[in-house]
């Protein structure tokens, strides 16, 4: 089976999911070869395009080398300017490629001016046109190759993100048409945010053969005619490790867990869709990253969980993985105590991503989010007392904010500003399946058939437009807040924030 990672989303480490289900298959006695198209194709595309157009993009192009350089020099992430030149130089080469083909393209997204991954005629469309692609000559020529090493009869294309729908689609496309006999299968984030959309029916039959929700590795093995015996496997790195990521050194990605342990939180497809939670036992993943440190010597590991659990945070504590980590964690009881805060620390822990939502805490509370604000006043204090960086991801415009509460926050954020490394700020979409659909008034969001939000009449008045004002107007205004957002490193976000000092 061949397995691809398709083009476009942040080329800063390997996609996660391939190394685990290389695992699964050639542990069950199957070939299996793993491509991260989406480098590829990043790479190709930076190298291929000519032709300068104005001062910016003849430095962009002149300088290509040197700014790609940049990235994978560690020193360089400590001179911010320095850092964010080469980010901005790199990727005007990416947006003038993009815009001979209509495409607004950039090193975190892929968007066409003229077709929408949320309308599945216009993934159907990308399949039909699959040569006007931009990664066409790229795609189809390292389709051959592989395809010449060894004879697949499975393809599987592993799809997280929206921006890598239209392309998946092209190359999809491209197998129909050249290589017809070859199952094709399709599975990863969105498409099982896809399947769990009430009333779900294949617009795709006649291009994709399988869909797999979830987890890729029973549902893998069992068209191959294969039974899972071994539960969990060590993944498999070997054949990603030396493609040239943006980034200072190899990034592991590693998931302790699957879905999520707390699963209450009302505005989360993870409570929307009900995913399982999975934990690898704690031991397990404390030698597992022990032993991946060794063979890949990672500059850092990406702990992909939605929210590692406190005992598995307890073991890393126990045997340091022997490389720097981070992760996303929840605002709970065990951060609140410092010595282990301090202890985390000790075992390499860099950054934490906190999901804090909100300063206000009727807003927590009604969105079930189980957190307490003077919890997470001393969470943040021993964070970064201990040497912790944070990444703190606030949410606007859930239905029982408005501007007041909204304040409440900004004086939350002021306050604890020191404590706050970097911050997001997103605002509220409320998902398909959410059953607080059944308390608003919901009309459709995005046009089309596959969009996975729909809009709501805001109950108390706070639409999108009044959240996205205030943010500009106000809570981006104030001088302790726009410190903490200047810090945030363009288009790579939390991916490079580790690395920034
Ligand atoms: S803790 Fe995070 S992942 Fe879990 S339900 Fe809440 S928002 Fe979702």
Same mark, same amino acid.
């Given at each position: ?12 480490? %390997? ?17 299996? !070869? ?14 291929? !395009? ?20 940049? /990235? ?9 300017? #320095? ?8 990727? &005007? ?86 290589? %017809? ?15 769990? *959309?009430?009333?779900?029916?294949? %617009? ?36 990603? &490790? ?13 998931? !302790? ?8 939180? +009302? ?52 045997? %340091? ?8 964690? &929840? ?6 105590? #410092? ?22 805490? *009727?807003?927590? +509370? ?7 604000? #003077? ?19 606030? /949410? ?12 409440? !926050? ?58 996205? #004002? ?9 001088? *302790? ?21």
């Amino acid at each position: 089976m061949l397995i691809i990672y398709p083009p476009l989303s942040k080329g800063c480490e %390997p996609p996660a999911a391939l190394p685990y289900l290389s695992a699964a298959l050639t542990a069950h006695g199957h070939s299996c !070869t793993i491509c991260d198209m989406n480098i590829e194709c990043l790479q190709h595309i930076l190298h291929s !395009t000519e032709g300068a157009t104005d001062t910016w993009s003849s430095r962009a192009f002149k300088h290509l080398d040197n700014n790609l350089a940049t /990235l994978q020099d560690l020193d360089n992430y400590h001179n911010f300017d #320095r850092y964010g030149r080469a980010v901005a130089d790199i990727n &005007r080469v990416l947006e003038i490629a993009g815009m001979r083909l209509n495409l607004q393209l950039s090193l975190a997204n892929y968007q066409d001016n003229e077709k929408s991954p949320l309308n599945s005629s216009d993934l159907r469309q990308a399949a039909k046109d699959f040569h006007a692609n931009i990664f066409f000559p790229y795609f189809s020529e390292k389709l051959e190759e592989l395809l010449q090493q060894e004879h697949h009869n499975h393809i599987g294309f592993s799809l997280s993100y929206l921006s890598q729908a239209l392309c998946a689609f092209a190359m999809i496309g491209y197998l129909r048409v050249h290589h %017809p006999d070859i199952t094709i299968i399709l599975g990863g984030g969105l498409v099982t945010t896809w399947l769990s *959309k009430p009333g779900w029916h294949t %617009p795709f039959a006649d291009l994709v053969h399988h869909f797999v929700a979830g987890q890729g590795e029973k549902p893998l093995l069992r068209l191959l005619g294969t039974e899972q015996k071994m539960d969990h496997l060590r993944p498999s790195y070997a054949a990603l &490790r030396d493609n040239p990521y943006l980034a200072p050194g190899f990034i592991l990605p590693y998931a !302790t867990s699957t879905g999520c342990f707390w699963k209450k939180c +009302n505005f989360c497809p993870e409570t929307s869709e009900n995913n399982p939670y999975r934990q690898v036992p704690p031991t397990t993943t404390a030698a597992d990253l022990m032993s991946l440190t060794k063979a890949t010597k990672p500059i850092l590991i990406h702990l992909l969980d939605n929210a590692i659990s406190p005992s598995t945070l307890r073991a890393l504590s126990e045997q %340091p993985p022997g490389a720097p980590w981070y992760g996303f964690v &929840r605002i709970d009881a065990h951060l609140a105590d #410092r010595e282990f805060c301090r202890r985390l620390r000790a075992s390499g822990c860099v950054m934490l991503k906190l999901g804090l939502e909100s300063g206000d805490q *009727k807003v927590l +509370n009604s969105m079930n989010k189980g957190t307490d604000l #003077r919890q997470a006043s001393k969470v943040l204090e021993n964070l970064h007392e201990a040497g912790i960086a944070t990444y703190v991801y606030l /949410l606007f415009g859930t239905p029982s904010e408005t501007r007041k509460e909204a304040e409440r !926050t900004r004086s939350f954020v002021e306050k604890h500003h020191q404590a706050i490394s970097f911050l997001n700020l997103a605002i509220f979409n409320l998902p398909i399946s959410s059953d607080e659909i059944a308390s608003l008034q919901v009309t459709d969001f995005y046009t089309g058939d596959l969009s996975m939000y729909r809009n709501f009449n805001h109950p108390l008045g706070w639409d999108r437009a009044e959240v996205r #004002r205030y943010l500009h107007t106000t809570f981006k205004r104030s001088a *302790k807040i726009a410190e903490i957002l200047r810090k945030d490193p363009p288009i790579f976000t939390s991916n490079h924030a580790p690395f920034m000092k």
